[in-house]
């Protein structure tokens, strides 16, 4: 280590040479501590071998003396390459080199530090002269003078203590971002002609490198393994099971016996198809600061530090604000306009499909109080911002807010809140008072003319009741009072732009521009905001939820042309503010232009604490989704999904591959042209599956056709890195947008015609697809069939917030609502067994479950009626309980209670929201789902169309309950097969102990295992029968008397009928 320090250890011959040239240099003085602790100073001109402290044996005598270094002060005759000096390096014969690679290098320049001895020699111990620039690299040292060798040498190992040199000497450890030196110009580079220009300073260093927007985070495999592990141990036991099943029937109930094999086979092939996607699950996670640093902060392509981000679309769609409260739909529409998201790069549109005067009106209500309603929240950093959400949510409003005027704002804004909600209470009378009072002027002035000109009034003219807007002009949409043109499905199109664009440079406020209300320093600027209502006319089809939503991403194009959109139902708001740009960081990092859509977890409130029907589904959104993440993508689940707006428009992504083989095994890149990379198969046609196919026909609107390249662009990653592919220059998002004018918005009036769609391909290939009431689920796979992926954004704080049906009824009407779009999409061409070989093998599995779970209620009704057969009839679905039988049902058992436990362990569900998706599945199963087979079966073969209902969206108005819609009996025929299965195993246990009870042999083994099995039925039904008995404590006794009576007296009329006998049957031999 001494070496590297050049500390020389012999005298060097040139001394005598050196000193002569030393004559011309400024005098240069030496420091040297003593043994007594004392620091002597001397001049290169003494001789020091005169000292006699300094030849002291105490101290190490004149060889000690001979190992100390000097530290020579950088004057003009004194560099390290040479330039006037007597320390001008030997040539190449002392050792050193001349080559352009020894030198020294930036930030190690001619200013930096020059170690020699005091012999006058520029070399090491070695004799070597020409290494300087070496040497500067790896020390450099303050002008104090250095401790002998001997007292830094560690007193048991021997070797050189650096860290003590360190301290004593005050020397540094170089230059970088861990340390730099006080004195920074001791480094800087040689620029000819220009001294000092290229001093290196410490923010050269500091400069953040390149960072991911987000990186996965793989789930232990502590955990994982033993998952997978035990998904292989049950496959395998099914396996074998369902072998000795097949091979040890009961000959005594051959027609229980395969009644109960069947069942089993289906559900060991339908357990496959939902585990075998679940193996691979992963979480992800997002840099929100990463994010800001590069598209947020000042840099040379964007000076003033103004957003980079690209625009975004936000859709709100409604239907009817009788069934979906126009108050309900506000507070959605003001959390939107209140996200933190760059306010010139958001723009929001609500589609009423309705076209109802009401909504309109309720929309123009919330702009204006979204005035003050917006600042307030960016002034105090209010979470969440939907006003309704904020001032009903229980714990302490001022935790964590420091500004003085928070209490003073927020009484005030929470006053300025309960009026808007009285308006938007009030508006449906206003409009109906408005509109008679406006009706009875028209027909006062119509008679007025006719009496003046002597003549009879129109008939129209007298009948006609039209609806008013405030302004005095009828409304375009749909009547009070139906009319030709102004009727549910047939008035015009509608396009009203209710808050334009803002300005691009933040517009602050200031302390007069409100009476209450300070918003200083305070941006209060809002999104755009835009109410559409596309036309209908009677003889077209206007294809639900799904034409709606293609209407908005037609005019949203002409309107803003957003490259991404993001959607919500009219009860889903945000909750996290900051979920927006967790979304960006997926979309906008590298290979993030092959990812279609962000799917976010759909949360509720508003269930009851038991979540007695499994509303908040966690299994499927924190389980089935989060593993389907770490395949291909999860699912579209019609809500809270962020998409690009290109991939929504059909085309196929960049880059893609196709996955062959047996099970997908071989993967194989594409080009964009969907040819395949490799040579030997070019002759392959362009497209093997018709959804590769480029869409070609988009309507006949040519500003949307030249929106679409835009879009693409504009949605594109930056290119700040190699590995980014297919990106854009950082900063070409920064110039503002153009005002709309007339004729933009004319455009987007024409485009959302109902005759727009004709001779095109929307709904086809283009947007959200028809022919299914689940076209999110469709849309999505369309996407994945092409080739694109789709990402599961979990953030920590739930991202958006909506309401579900607790009620029973609507609760498996909505259900029903999902099987029967999935057993449509099993009779399609959306059937993943169709699917291209762009489709992951476990992504095939997972869309192929999808539209095959409705048809398990088939055999699960027939399953749930095994264990009532079995006591009636005295037979079990087996001969015995045979010991293998038992140990075979053990093994399967505990294998999935393990499962579900690591299940539990890598989704974050609990186990009581497990056991409740359970419950529900069997409810849901014999009820909802079998409904959803036959008629889908019906629309399949008789071509007969199912409709549906709107899922209401109203609270319920208990206000000293808020769960008494839960207890709220609204009958329907799907109630028929629960109860059915219900009555039928409880007649069936009194049955089976009324046997065993009086018969003269007991066959408790036939009674254990049937009673076992109709315990089991039994149990996942107990939230159905809950839900019939209404509301705790009201449920009179004398129902629970008088089903004891019946099932006494049903029990008692059996043993009548067919009294036991003596004979025990078994093997067909009566003994």
């Known amino acids: 280590m001494s070496s590297r320090f050049a500390i020389s250890s012999k005298p060097c011959k040139q001394e005598a040479e050196t000193r002569m040239s030393s004559a011309s240099k400024p005098p240069v003085n030496f420091t040297r501590r003593t043994s007594s602790g004392r620091l002597a100073s001397i001049s290169n001109d003494d001789d020091i071998d005169d000292e006699p402290e300094f030849s002291s044996t105490m101290s190490g005598g004149a060889s000690e003396y001979a190992n100390y270094t000097v530290l020579m002060p950088p004057t003009p005759d004194n560099q390290p390459d040479g330039g006037g000096g007597g320390t001008t390096a030997p040539s190449s014969a002392s050792g050193g080199s001349t080559k352009p690679d020894d030198l020294p290098l930036p930030p190690y320049g001619s200013s930096s530090s020059k170690l020699v001895n005091r012999r006058g020699a520029t070399g090491g111990d070695d004799g070597r002269v020409g290494a300087s620039g070496k040497m500067d690299r790896h020390l450099s040292t303050a002008r104090v003078p250095v ?126 198809l939902d585990q075998m996607p679940k193996l691979n699950p992963i979480n992800r996670a997002a840099d929100l600061a990463a994010l800001r640093e590069k598209f947020e902060s000042a840099t040379p392509s964007n000076p003033t530090g103004r957003s980079d981000l690209p625009g975004l679309d936000v859709f709100i769609s409604t239907a009817d604000p009788y069934k979906e409260p126009p108050l309900v739909t506000a507070n959605v529409l003001l959390s939107i306009l209140a996200t933190d998201y760059p306010v010139e790069k958001l723009f929001v549109y609500i589609s009423d499909d309705g076209g109802a005067l009401l909504t309109f009106e309720a929309m123009a209500e919330a702009c204006e109080f979204a005035k003050v309603w917006v600042p307030f929240c960016r002034k105090h950093a209010i979470e969440p911002r939907n006003p309704d959400a904020y001032f009903t949510q229980k714990g302490d409003p001022t935790k964590g807010k420091k500004r003085p005027d928070f209490v003073k704002d927020r009484r005030w804004i929470k006053r300025e809140y309960d009026e808007f909600k009285v308006r938007i209470n009030d508006l449906a009378d206003l409009i109906r008072r408005r509109t008679n009072a406006m009706n009875t002027r028209e027909r006062k002035l119509a008679r007025d003319k006719a009496t003046t000109s002597s003549s009879e009034a129109p008939a129209d003219t007298a009948t006609a009741k039209a609806t008013w807007m405030a302004d005095s002009t009828h409304w375009p949409g749909t009547w009070l009072d139906s009319a030709p043109d102004h009727a549910k499905g047939d008035h015009a199109s509608i396009v009203q732009v209710m808050i334009k664009n803002p300005h691009y440079e933040v517009v602050y406020g200031d302390a007069c521009a409100h009476p209450y209300l300070d918003f200083t320093n305070v941006d209060i600027r809002i999104p755009m905001f835009a109410y559409l209502s596309r036309e209908k006319r009677p003889g077209y089809d206007h294809n639900k939820k799904a034409g709606a939503m293609n209407a908005m991403v037609r005019a949203s194009a002409i309107l803003s042309n957003g490259p991404f959109m993001l ?243 609507d609760r498996l009407h909505q259900v029903l609502r999902w099987a029967t779009g999935s057993v449509e999409i099993f009779f399609s061409k959306n059937n993943a067994l169709l699917a291209s070989r762009r489709l992951k093998f476990l992504q095939r599995l997972a869309y192929l479950n999808v539209g095959i779970y409705p048809f398990t209620s088939l055999f699960l009704i027939m399953y749930c009626l095994l264990p009532a057969l079995s006591l009636f009839s005295g037979q079990f679905i087996v001969a015995t309980l045979d010991p293998t039988f038992l140990c075979y049902l053990l093994l399967i058992t505990i294998t999935l209670m393990l499962l579900c436990l690591l299940e539990v362990k890598w989704s974050g569900i609990g186990l009581e929201e497990w056991w409740r998706n359970e419950q529900f599945w069997v409810i849901g199963g014999t009820s909802a789902h079998l409904a959803a087979v036959l008629q889908g079966l019906l629309k399949v073969g008789a071509g007969i169309e199912i409709s549906f209902t709107l899922t209401a969206k109203a609270a319920a108005e208990d206000d000293d309950d808020p769960f008494a819609e839960l207890y709220l009996i609204k009958w329907t025929s799907l109630f028929i097969p629960p109860l059915a299965i219900i009555g039928i195993n409880i007649i069936a246990l009194v049955v089976g102990v009324s046997r065993a009870v009086y018969a003269e042999i007991p066959q408790y083994s036939r009674l254990l295992g049937g009673g076992f099995f109709s315990f089991w039925v039994l149990a996942h039904y107990y939230p159905f029968a809950k839900g019939l008995m209404g509301r705790r404590g009201r449920t009179p006794t004398i129902v629970y008397v008088w089903a004891g009576l019946i099932s006494i007296t049903v029990s008692l009329l059996w043993i009548t009928i067919s009294p036991p006998d003596d004979r025990i049957t078994q093997g067909g031999i009566d003994v």
């Open 147 to 272: 401790p002998s060798k001997s007292l830094l040498v560690r007193s048991q190992t021997g070797d050189f203590d650096h860290n003590r040199w360190l301290f004593e000497t005050k020397g540094t450890y170089g230059i970088g971002n861990a340390y730099w030196p006080q004195d920074g110009s001791a480094y800087a580079t040689d620029d000819v002609g220009d001294e000092g220009s290229g001093a290196v300073k410490m923010e050269d260093l500091v400069d953040k490198p390149w960072k991911p927007l987000s990186r996965k985070v793989p789930i232990s495999p502590g955990i994982l393994s033993p998952y997978r592990l035990l998904v292989l141990v049950r496959f395998v036991s099914l396996f074998l099971f369902l072998i000795w099943r097949a091979t040890n029937p009961n000959l005594d109930a051959l027609w229980l016996w395969g009644i109960s094999i069947v069942c089993e086979f289906w559900f060991a092939f339908s357990w496959i």
């Open 567 to 809: 959607n919500f139902d009219c009860d889903h708001y945000i909750y996290n503010c900051q979920a927006i740009r967790e979304a960006m960081c997926y979309m906008l990092d590298r290979g993030g232009d092959r990812i279609c859509y962000i799917q976010f977890p759909q949360r509720f409130e508003g269930i009851d604490p038991s979540d007695r029907y499994a509303n908040h589904n966690t299994v499927f959104f924190d389980g089935n989704m989060r593993a389907l993440d770490g395949l291909q993508g999860p699912m579209y689940v019609g809500t809270g999904c962020l998409f690009r707006r290109y991939a929504i428009y059909g085309f196929n992504p960049p880059r893609t591959n196709e996955y062959r083989g047996l099970y997908g095994q071989n993967k194989v890149p594409i080009d964009p042209h969907g040819r395949p990379s490799s040579g030997e198969e070019e002759l392959r046609p362009l497209s093997e599956h018709p959804d590769h196919e480029a869409p070609q026909r988009f309507g006949k609107s040519k500003m949307f056709i030249e929106s679409i390249a835009v879009a693409e662009y504009q949605g594109r990653p930056l290119q700040d890195h190699p590995s980014v592919m297919n990106g854009r220059p950082p900063g070409v998002l920064l110039m503002p947008r153009s005002p709309l004018d007339a004729a933009i918005v004319a455009e987007a009036v024409s485009v959302i015609s109902c005759w727009y769609e004709d001779d095109t391909e929307w709904g086809q290939r283009v947007g959200w697809i028809y022919g299914s009431v689940t076209e999110d689920v469709v849309t999505g796979y369309r996407m994945h069939n092409r080739g694109w992926r789709s990402v599961y954004c979990i953030t920590r704080r739930d991202a958006f917030r909506g309401t579900a049906p607790i009620n029973l009824t």
